[in-house]
T-cell receptor
Framework: DVKVTQSSRYLVKRTGEKVFLECVQDMDHENMFWYRQDPGLGLRLIYFSYDVKMKEKGDIPEGYSVSREKKERFSLILESASTNQTSMYLC???????????????FGEGSRLTVL | GQQLNQSPQSMFIQEGEDVSMNCTSSSIFNTWLWYKQDPGEGPVLLIALYKAGELTSNGRLTAQFGITRKDSFLNISASIPSDVGIYFCAGPVAGNMLTFGGGTRLMVKP
């Protein structure tokens, strides 16, 4: 069974703290994504990576960075957390579009971050 | 990024009722995807549509890819309590990325 695992389901951090959100997938997928989910705004793409050590900015990269040192692991980093980064963070992975692949995203269960 | 406008934002219905939600865009999409997010979980793909005019069913779910390629709808027939969740439409942009609608939150009263 395919699996995307996010390290923390719930985190509470203070303003200014550095925050790491970890994501691991066991499907050997090239593509990995970090989304942020807020009520009424749907899922907004923060960053994505299509290969090890490669990263692309999504729609809302400000205040975030990412790291992809190994194919199966994609980390989201908040260098200095702020209250407006309180949100649900979803990691996903996929095969590249084409070659018979639909580009379907497989999501983790989410990490709910609260910044006080 | 490109915007997908999803409506309604939320629905509160009686068990057994049919449900309809839709998604529109100002841009053309070549693929429409519908995901469902159960409470406390990540979204899961329900239906994928690849051709304008295509009508696809998955159990009690039916989705259509609009002829103009700028819209799609999802219908759920005879709703049950486990249909509760948030439904998202999505379409591919710029290669391997997906853009998502704002979601429709469905609540079902037993």
């Amino acid at each position: 069974d395919v699996k995307v695992t996010q390290s923390s389901r719930y985190l509470v951090k203070r303003t200014g703290e550095k925050v790491f959100l970890e994501c691991v997938q066991d499907m050997d997928h090239e593509n990995m994504f970090w989304y942020r989910q807020d009520p009424g705004l749907g899922l907004r793409l923060i960053y994505f990576s299509y290969d090890v050590k490669m990263k692309e900015k999504g729609d809302i990269p400000e205040g975030y960075s990412v790291s992809r040192e190994k194919k199966e692991r994609f980390s989201l980093i908040l260098e200095s957390a702020s209250t407006n980064q309180t949100s649900m963070y979803l990691c996903a992975s996929s095969l590249p579009l084409g070659e018979g692949n639909t580009g379907e995203l497989f999501f983790g269960e989410g990490s709910r971050l609260t910044v006080l | 990024g490109q915007q997908l406008n999803q409506s309604p934002q939320s629905m509160f219905i009686q068990e057994g009722e049919d449900v309809s939600m839709n998604c529109t865009s100002s841009s053309i999409f070549n693929t429409w995807l519908w995901y469902k997010q159960d409470p406390g979980e990540g979204p899961v793909l329900l239906i994928a549509l690849y051709k304008a005019g295509e009508l696809t069913s998955n159990g009690r779910l039916t989705a259509q890819f609009g002829i103009t390629r700028k819209d799609s709808f999802l219908n759920i027939s005879a709703s049950i309590p486990s249909d509760v969740g948030i439904y998202f439409c999505a379409g591919p942009v710029a290669g391997n990325m997906l853009t998502f609608g704002g979601g429709t939150r469905l609540m079902v009263k037993p």
